[in-house]
């Protein structure tokens, strides 16, 4: 099992910044790949940023050149910097651990946080 645990959501106004944290404990030898993703009230959850065990990073279109994924292995925390927020950003955003680097971008994670709440205020 693994355990995730995210911090660093609250209210900030648009153009602010916020950094997201996710630690990761368990058994965590078997996760290649960490991600972060949203859901907004009546809509259904979307990807946001993932990172591979090797580094490489993906991001949705939404959000390219404003959030920042990465990873400190040491901590076994994944972080999410994000600059110039929009109020469309506004969501729950949700840590995911998977086994497949290739289930990120299907959403199909293996192990899920508990979600942190962004509000973005315009």
């Known amino acids: 099992q693994v355990q995730l645990v995210e911090s660093g959501g609250g209210l900030v106004q648009a153009g602010g910044s916020l950094r997201l944290s996710c630690a990761a404990s368990?058994?965590?030898?078997?996760?290649?790949?960490m991600a972060w993703y949203r859901q907004a009230p009546g809509k259904q959850r979307e990807l946001v940023a993932g990172i591979g065990s090797g580094f490489t990073t993906q991001y949705a279109n939404s959000v390219k050149g404003r959030f920042t994924i990465s990873r400190d292995n040491a901590k076994n925390t994944v972080y999410l910097q994000m600059n110039s927020l929009k109020a469309e950003d506004t969501a729950v955003y949700f840590c995911?651990?998977?086994?497949?680097?290739?289930?990120?971008?299907?959403?199909?994670?293996?192990?899920w946080g508990q979600g942190t709440q962004v509000t973005v205020s315009s």
């Open positions: 368990g058994i965590i030898f078997r996760i290649n790949a």
């Open positions: 995911a651990a998977h086994r497949l680097l290739g289930s990120v971008v299907r959403g199909e994670a293996d192990y």
